[in-house]
């Protein structure tokens, strides 16, 4: 946004940052907090401090740089009072959104930063990987909790643990046990429950979605086609055992019934199992497919005996009328709730705003432009992202017709902050 727009909307952000910064304790931390949002908030082509200090009149480097930097304050108090704005701001929630996202780096130095997939670029390459959870309504998401992905190299190497200032504490986790983690945090904050939807490298992971059925969590998974199903209940009663010997705790392999592929599996439903489906209005009209369902019993580890809790899940799949084969495929649990297929089709298509998300977080915050290269630097850049990211929001949702805030006496409507 312009000089001008922020200095109209100066009241409005002080009073949005009033509670958020309050756990930063000095009142100059909140000062340099202040100073650090309107550089993300203005425009300019590099969200790094020194560009940023040349816009932001009154700013300093040195003071920014130890501000995000070395300054202690707790990341983890502001993500919660953020959390809390941000479900009050996005009325009507929908989903919890699990994502993942690359930083590209050029340097070695930088924490966590390895050879692996970065999904920024779609190849393997030199990056960070961050996991994040966005609260999100039918119409807008919001980051509210970030986990810095720390590839095995890094917790073994204690020299370059320590130049980045790990924390003696962390220890490896995958990508599956960070989105665990950030989804435990937002239950322990006690936010409103919604469905979890992510994508295939983590609906692919059978234990992922035993750990949400244990949560009592809801969730709309993406899956890859060759993940194996049964389409009848595994756990049938078994041939009675021997009368000598020890009683079988399982089945043998030939009791079980045959899994097949989803591909496979959708590929033999009749005609009549699809339904054409239009779940959103879209910029070019409805948005609309054929969708079918099934229910199935997921059949992960049964060539090798392994004897995973087989609980029941629906298997959606997407097969537009124009395309030689299915598309897209999700499992979905419903913790016992009863729900039609629109709906179903329209949580498990809720991704979209997500990379919504990253695109603006990218390109009009920064949101991997940080530059330094420690652990707390990093958290605390992300997190500041996150505050002008709701902020934009709660702007945004103002220029609607059916907003519900009520302005303050004396304020007036201000343009689009994003322009």
Same mark, same amino acid.
């Given at each position: ?17 009033? &509670? ?39 700013? &300093? ?14 990341? =983890? ?10 479900? &009050? ?12 996202? $690359?930083? %590209? ?37 919001? @980051? ?22 790990? %924390?003696? =504490? ?7 046990? /960070? ?8 239950? $322990?904050?006690?936010? @409103? ?63 079980? @019934? ?19 489906? +239009? ?29 995973? %809790? ?37 949580? $498990? ?42 902020? /934009?929001? +709660? ?19 201000? @343009?689009?902050?994003?322009?």
């Amino acid at each position: 946004m312009t000089p001008k727009t922020l200095k109209a909307l100066d009241r409005r952000l002080q009073r949005f940052l009033e &509670d958020l910064l309050e756990p930063m304790g000095r009142s100059e931390r909140r000062h340099w907090a202040r100073v650090y949002l309107e550089g993300l908030l203005l425009d300019g082509e590099r969200k790094s401090i020194e560009p940023m200090a040349a816009r932001v009149a009154g700013a &300093d480097v040195q003071a920014l740089r130890q501000f995000v930097g070395q300054s202690p304050w707790e990341v =983890e108090e502001v993500q919660r009072r953020l959390a809390l704005q941000v479900v &009050d701001l996005l009325s009507e929630p929908e989903v919890w959104i699990i994502d993942e996202t $690359a930083f %590209p780096k050029a340097g070695e130095h930088s924490v966590g930063v390895g050879r692996q997939y970065c999904g920024t670029l779609g190849k393997v390459a030199n990056c960070q990987v961050a996991v994040s959870l966005h609260w999100s309504s039918a119409e807008a998401s919001c @980051p509210i909790l970030w986990r810095l992905y720390l590839p095995k190299e890094w917790l073994e190497d204690r020299e370059r643990a320590a130049e980045v200032k790990l %924390p003696p =504490e962390v220890s490896y986790r995958s990508k599956t046990e /960070l989105a665990l983690e950030v989804i435990d945090r937002a239950l $322990a904050w006690e936010l @409103p429950r919604l469905p979890i939807v992510a994508d295939s490298y983590y609906g692919n992971d059978f234990g992922f979605r035993q750990a949400l059925r244990e949560r009592r969590l809801s969730y709309a998974v993406q899956v890859e086609p060759t993940t194996v199903v049964w389409t009848e209940d595994p756990n049938r009663p078994w041939p009675t055992p021997k009368q000598r010997g020890r009683p079988r705790q399982y089945p043998p392999l030939e009791a079980l @019934p045959q899994p097949q592929n989803l591909r496979a599996l959708a590929e033999q439903l009749s005609a009549s199992a699809w339904r054409t489906v +239009s779940w959103r209005q879209g910029s070019r009209g409805p948005q609309r497919s054929r969708f079918a369902r099934v229910p199935v019993w997921a059949a992960h580890g049964w060539r090798k005996q392994q004897h995973p %809790p087989r609980v029941a899940e629906w298997l959606l799949v997407e097969w537009p009328q124009e395309s030689e084969q299915p598309t897209q495929y999700w499992l979905t649990h419903w913790d016992g709730q009863s729900v039609g297929l629109r709906r179903f089709v329209r949580i $498990a298509r809720a991704r979209w705003r997500v990379e919504l998300d990253s695109r603006e977080l990218k390109q009009e915050l920064g949101l991997d432009h940080y530059e330094g290269r420690h652990w707390l630097g990093w958290h605390h850049h992300v997190c500041l992202v996150s505050i002008a990211y709701a902020f /934009l929001r +709660s702007e945004q949702a103002r220029l609607k017709k059916n907003f519900w805030c009520d302005l303050a006496d004396g304020e007036e409507e201000t @343009p689009n902050p994003t322009h």
